[in-house]
């Protein structure tokens, strides 16, 4: 096992939004990945490099070691159940939320507390089926893997769940959102084996992380 330090993120928002938190801690990416076709990325730190993949991708690559550190939306990590990964620190980057949301005109008429049966499109099936079963209220789901907003306007789905931040998605295609399931932020995880045996070098990246999220 090398003795630097590999983080996986994903490129877009996450990616822009960690770059500050990183570049506070003094670690700064040799290319911008969002220019780069390459997935591995150097730091100006040598112990410090950096995987570009997809961020559903995010939790097994340190689940498994082939990265120590990785960063992923608390949206992914509930999604898939059973990871064995510690999580120390809430980025608070990748603010959003998890809402059911439906069409205005079903919202007019609509009574959520009366809901017993429900279809819905979602990224999200674990998530969804949890929270609806927790509320004694039947599930039909159809997974999607993006787009979900327009699931309901097409008769695939009565209603989505799905991430709103500014609510502009939801607004430009008629939904409105009529539950909130949880707030969304990114988390730092970190592989268990990594913890132990690169402790000092992950415990750094952490508090010096940490002293960005604070400032
Ligand atoms: N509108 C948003 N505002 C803020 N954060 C968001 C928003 N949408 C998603 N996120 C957060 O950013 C993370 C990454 O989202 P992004 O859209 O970059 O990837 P994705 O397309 O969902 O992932 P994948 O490529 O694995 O399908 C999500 O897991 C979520 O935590
Ligand atoms: O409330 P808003 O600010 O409009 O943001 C919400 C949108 O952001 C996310 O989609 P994203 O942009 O990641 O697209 P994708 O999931 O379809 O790839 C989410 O799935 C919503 O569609």
């Given at each position: 096992m090398s003795t630097g330090i590999t983080i996986a993120l994903s490129k877009g928002r996450i990616l822009q939004e960690a770059i500050p938190?990183?570049?506070?801690?003094?670690i700064?990416?040799?290319?911008?990945?969002?220019?780069?076709?390459?997935l591995i990325i150097p730091s100006?730190?040598?112990a410090v490099r950096f995987l570009v993949i997809r961020a559903s991708d995010v939790p097994t690559y340190v689940t498994w070691g082939a990265a120590d550190v990785g960063i992923a939306g608390k949206d992914v990590l509930l999604e898939q159940e059973g990871l064995d990964l510690?999580?120390?620190?809430?980025?608070?980057?990748?603010i959003c939320h998890m809402a059911v949301a439906e069409p205005a005109s079903l919202a007019a008429h609509d009574a959520p507390q009366n809901w017993e049966r429900v279809r819905i499109a979602t990224k999200y099936p674990h998530i969804t089926r949890n929270y609806f079963h927790a509320r004694g209220v039947q599930?039909?789901?159809?997974?999607?893997?993006?787009?979900?907003?327009?699931?309901?306007?097409v008769g695939l789905a009565d209603r989505i769940v799905d991430l709103?931040?500014?609510?502009?998605?939801?607004k430009e295609n008629g939904l409105v959102e009529v539950e909130e399931?949880?707030?969304?932020?990114?988390r730092l995880v970190v592989n268990r084996a990594a913890m132990?045996?690169?402790?000092?070098?992950?415990?750094?990246?952490?508090?010096?992380?940490?002293?960005?999220?604070?400032s």
């Open positions: 938190l990183f570049a506070g801690a003094g700064h990416l040799a290319e911008d990945p969002d220019e780069s076709r390459k100006t730190d040598p510690y999580e120390p620190l809430d980025l608070r980057i990748g599930t039909e789901i159809i997974k999607l893997y993006g787009s979900m907003e327009l699931a309901p306007l709103v931040s500014s609510g502009r998605t939801l399931i949880m707030p969304i932020s990114s132990k045996l690169k402790r000092h070098a992950i415990e750094t990246l952490i508090s010096q992380l940490e002293a960005q999220v604070a």
